[in-house]
């Protein structure tokens, strides 16, 4: 019984975080501008990745293999929010120069 | 399972998209990060096929370090852009070396024997007696070690031709290496936090190597992408190029394998062999000195040769 709802918690998540990657992805593609785009593309990461990760932790093995998802989406977090600043920031340069 | 071969085919298509895509883009910053795109994915399909010491190295080396290599490259290469395009003779035969070679690999694949030829039992077999519990690594630190050792030897190689594209002049002296930084940027926020992470995430990745996928070369490319983050964000300077230390970490990979390559005919009666029951404690020690060396080559491969005295 609670491997079946642990199964059907994974499947949940794994399909609103697919969702969010849609999303992202699509709003990538078809936004107009550079930080609209970088707007998309936080919510696949940030969002996306999160519930996929949220959805795999009944999966595996506790509590290493839990911590080991959460350190990949901490570090997914901590590179693409950095990444988009600096993006964000050479954007707000062109545009004052 | 059923959905499995639709996966695997839109995996494959869009393989040879990127492939295409990085191979015809018109700009070459969009054909580098189509190649890295192109890296991950096939990453994902070793993976697929169980080689995950494979994907650790395509993802590692493939995407990450020849991606940074590419850009760099490319930063390189701004301002001479226009007049330096190849011939339309030098196009057609490099794309007709590049057909031949891969209408011959395509020949090779699909005359394979079924099942194919295996060396896995064997290797196997065997693994007690080097005491690693991973196949791959007991490949590479074992059975073929003297392979293993004259890849660092062409990494080294390749690491003095980038070094004599330097001028005479600046021979031994700092490569130019340096960005606008912001002060408290992200960038520097990003050094301080992930370089501790990802350093120690390198050294697990080449101590799991023994018994688990890892090993040596990406744990190295691991160490080696932190240590370009950290000349990216300024937190460190680009070493000379005569630096001794630097010197001695690019060879201390190859000093290693031939010391104990030598060490082999006394104590075991052949070149780069390894006494009995001492095997892993020696494997150990040369994959130390190769992880230092991998790491500090890659990093020089993209800094570049010597840019002025200092």
Redesign the interface.
Known sequence: MMTWLFNIFTIVMISFGALFFLAGTAGLLRFPDTLSRLHALTKADNLGLGLIILGLLPQIDWPFGALKLG?VWV?VL??G??AS??VG?KVHEEKNS | MNSAPILFLTLAALIVVLAGFAVLGRRQFASVIGFVAFGLLLALVWMILSAPDVALTEAAVGGGVTGALLLGACARWRGYASDTQPSVSTRVVAAGLCAAVSAGLIVVVLSLPSPAPTLAPAARESLLATGMGNAVTAVLMAYRALDTMLEKVVLLLALVAVWSLGRDSSWGGRPDFSFPIEKNGPLIFLAKVLIPVGTLVGINLFWVGADKPGGAFAGGALIAAMGLLALFAGVLRPPSIGNFRLRFALVAGIVAFLLVGFLGFVWADDFLAYPHDMAKPIIVVIEVAMTLSIAFTLVMLVVGPAGRKS
């Open positions: 350190l570090l901590l590179t929010s950095a600043q600096i920031r």
